[in-house]
């Protein structure tokens, strides 16, 4: 029989409430009012919102300079299985009492990772079946589920891309053990990061072979667990850098063209992380745009980077215009596919508090309330969408459409030039698209 822990982690907070814009409650949300009803959904079921088990409950504010400062509760006992229970009572009482419906998970983030990977798979049942009877007690469900293949010592070569077939093998096994756990635990998705599928000098490196080990292995998971019955979508999440110097995932217009290339675009999505597109130099917008391009818009990691360093700071989402546009793209894509809004946020090192964890997952929740209730006004109320169509008008009629429609040769088309009559510039309008969203934040 399993025990459910009755020891409660956050006996000073109780349910987080909606109160609105005027309360000054830090424990309250201030936009997301879950049942609101915005574009014809409830703001819920657009964001579908998840915690990271790592950053919420794994990470302990560690960083390259020192050791935890955050040393919770739930961290106290030695032994795995006891630690992992504990906390996973942690985790359901925080998802639960923040109203959240969903969470995600690496394996080891769940259990600690054993000596042997036959060990690591029977710790990995056990607290499962625990799992899963706190998420048929709570409602809470998973988003997704992934492999940890980045931080054990064997990985430093790279996981699927590794050059040592021993290594490919193991990466394999786990893979299929936490494809076994996300289905025991009626995960909606899979995804894949490959924070170490890349490499640090092409010297040492034959890339064609390792990008082809890497398309091989994605088929072979996805047929693994289409077998086992998973009919969820996989997600692939780009990310151009760090831990490797050059990863294979750059960004979404590389990993689309990955996945077209061995075949795999019919399972799987992108999984967009806003510090990842940064870092790629790219904006959140443009990223969920691309992945929308290519009916590929599956979920997003929401997170937030940071102006003056370059790297994946993982703070949480608090940039109300960056979110805005990205959520013009997001309800223009038709919402996400599969997917929903994983907070891979974690608090800063010098975030102590127990209550620092639910005032963080309410300003995100409530910047992406906000944001998408200010999307949509634009969409729904704003010349916005009629200025951005006008400036493709002439494709509408006459021999623009033709173009469109394949109708008009190259010779055609210098005909057309030599006849036509002097070209008057056009204003793109930037300033004043500018000033639309920032007439309804
Ligand atoms: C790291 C990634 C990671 C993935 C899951 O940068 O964001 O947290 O989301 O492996
Ligand atoms: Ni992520
Ligand atoms: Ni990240």
């Given at each position: ?62 960083d390259p300079f020192g050791t935890a400062t955050q040393n919770f ?224 818009f599956g979920s997003i990691d929401a997170n937030r980077g940071d ?135």
């Amino acid at each position: 029989m399993i025990i459910t822990g009755d020891e409660e982690y956050f006996e000073d907070i109780g349910k987080i409430a909606f109160e609105g814009k005027d309360s000054d409650n830090p424990l309250a949300f201030k936009y997301y009012d879950a049942e609101k009803v915005i574009a014809g959904k409830k703001l819920k079921d657009h964001f579908k919102f998840a915690v990271a088990y790592w950053h919420s409950f794994g990470g302990k504010g560690t960083d390259p300079f020192g050791t935890a400062t955050q040393n919770f509760p739930w961290d106290n006992s030695k032994d795995p299985t006891n630690a992992a229970k504990a906390k996973a009572d942690a985790a359901f009482e925080f998802i639960t009492k923040m109203g959240f419906e969903y969470y995600c998970f690496h394996d080891f983030d769940l259990i600690q990772e054993a000596e042997t990977l036959a060990e690591s798979e029977r710790r990995l049942q056990e607290i499962s079946a625990y799992l899963k009877e706190k998420q048929e007690a709570s409602g809470v469900k998973v988003l997704w589920g992934t492999a940890n293949c980045f931080s054990h010592p064997r990985y430093m070569n790279g996981a699927a891309t590794n050059p040592d077939f021993k290594v490919l093998a193991h990466a394999a096994a786990q893979v299929k053990v936490a494809l076994d756990t996300t289905i025991a635990l009626d995960g909606e998705n899979y995804v894949f990061w490959g924070g170490r599928e890349g490499y640090m000098s092409l010297l040492n490196t034959n890339m064609k072979r390792e990008l082809d080990h890497m398309g091989k292995f994605l088929g072979l998971a996805r047929d693994y667990a289409r077998m086992q019955g998973f009919t969820g979508t996989f997600f692939i999440e780009p990310k151009p850098m760090e831990p490797s110097k050059h990863q294979y995932d750059f960004d979404a217009a590389t990993v689309i063209g990955f996945l077209r290339e061995y075949g795999l675009e019919k399972d799987f999505k992108l999984n967009i992380e806003v510090n990842h597109a940064t870092l790629a130099q790219h904006t959140f917008q443009h990223e969920l745009q691309v992945a929308a391009n290519a009916n590929m818009f599956g979920s997003i990691d929401a997170n937030r980077g940071d102006y003056q360093n370059g790297w994946d700071t993982d703070q949480f989402p608090n940039n109300l215009y960056e979110v805005t546009e990205a959520m013009l793209v997001f309800l223009e894509a038709g919402g996400l596919q599969g997917g929903g809004i994983n907070f891979d946020a974690k608090i800063r090192r010098n975030s102590t508090d127990l209550e620092d964890l639910f005032i963080a997952h309410i300003g995100g929740a409530d910047i992406f309330a906000r944001a998408l209730i200010a999307a949509d006004q634009i969409l729904s109320s704003s010349s916005y969408l009629k200025l951005r169509k006008q400036r493709y008008a002439s494709f509408d009629t006459l021999q623009g459409q033709d173009f469109e429609h394949g109708k008009l040769s190259m010779r055609e088309l210098y005909e057309i030039a030599l006849s036509q009559d002097k070209i008057q510039p056009t204003s793109g309008k930037q300033e004043f698209f500018e000033n639309i969203i920032n007439q309804y934040l």
